[in-house]
């Protein structure tokens, strides 16, 4: 399959996770639903449609898996297929259980307010707003540890490019000190090579010297001393 065909793989999974999430939340929300009947008549139909959303997903990827050209992605892509038809399931069953539950204690709770009457009605309202206002605060503070987190992966990011970095200007330092060691060793022998010329030059300087002034001293003994 194209490269580009990975784009629409990558969206069909992001939208089966998020209808996923979503449906885990509904479920949740039925099984704190405290009534009446109609809110929960309403929670269901928002379940059914994300049910039916996260269906089409689910069947959009098996055929995607299906038109994969390489066996192995075709492979994966099917066992993922599975994975999320066995969540689905997964979730309609959870959703059942919490339906039943949330029945039964709509049913219990009308029977509580036919005994408590008005206040027991006013503190079952007062307890709905706690749980949502602790809820909302919950929220909140997972919002702030998501920031948090990504603010700590952006700052090891920046911390392993500092490090990339820096063992690049290492590398590049050691190379010139190669490279300048191999210039000191050039002249350091050139030195050598120079001062052994300089007394090879004073050497011969001295003999030249000494001969210039023997040939003198033979000279001014023939024409002063021509008899010895």
């Known amino acids: 399959m194209a490269a580009a065909a990975c784009v629409p793989v990558r969206v ?3 939208e089966i996770v998020k209808f996923d999430l979503e449906i885990k939340a509904a479920v949740q929300d039925i099984r704190d639903c405290p009534g009446p009947l109609s809110a929960l008549t309403e929670l269901n139909a928002a379940v059914k449609e994300k049910f039916r959303h996260l269906r089409g997903r689910i069947q959009e990827l098996e055929q995607m898996a299906k038109e994969q050209d390489k066996e192995s992605e075709k492979q994966a892509l099917l066992r993922e297929v599975e994975n999320h038809k066995k969540q689905m399931l997964s979730n ?3 959703w059942r259980k919490a339906n039943l539950a949330c029945k039964i204690a709509i049913d219990n709770s009308e029977k509580d307010q036919l005994l408590q009457g008005r206040d027991s009605l006013r503190q079952r ?4 707003e706690s749980l949502a206002e602790s809820a909302s605060n919950i929220t909140e503070s997972l ?3 998501s920031r948090m987190m990504s603010q700590q992966v952006q700052q090891s990011e920046e911390t392993v490019q500092t490090l ?4 690049r200007t290492i590398l590049e330092a050691n190379e010139e000190f190669k490279s300048m060691s191999g210039t ?4 350091r022998k050139l030195i050598t090579k120079y001062n052994r010329r300089e ?3 004073k050497l011969l300087i001295f003999l030249a010297l000494a001969l210039f002034l023997a040939t003198v001293l033979y000279i001014l003994k023939k024409r002063l001393f021509p008899f010895l």
């Open 143 to 145: 919002m702030g540890i």
């Open 12 to 14: 069909c999974h992001q």
């Open 184 to 187: 000191i060793q050039l002249g």
């Open 92 to 94: 309609q069953t959870a």
């Open 125 to 128: 309202k007062t307890t709905k």
């Open 164 to 167: 990339a970095n820096s063992s």
């Open 199 to 201: 007394l090879t030059d």
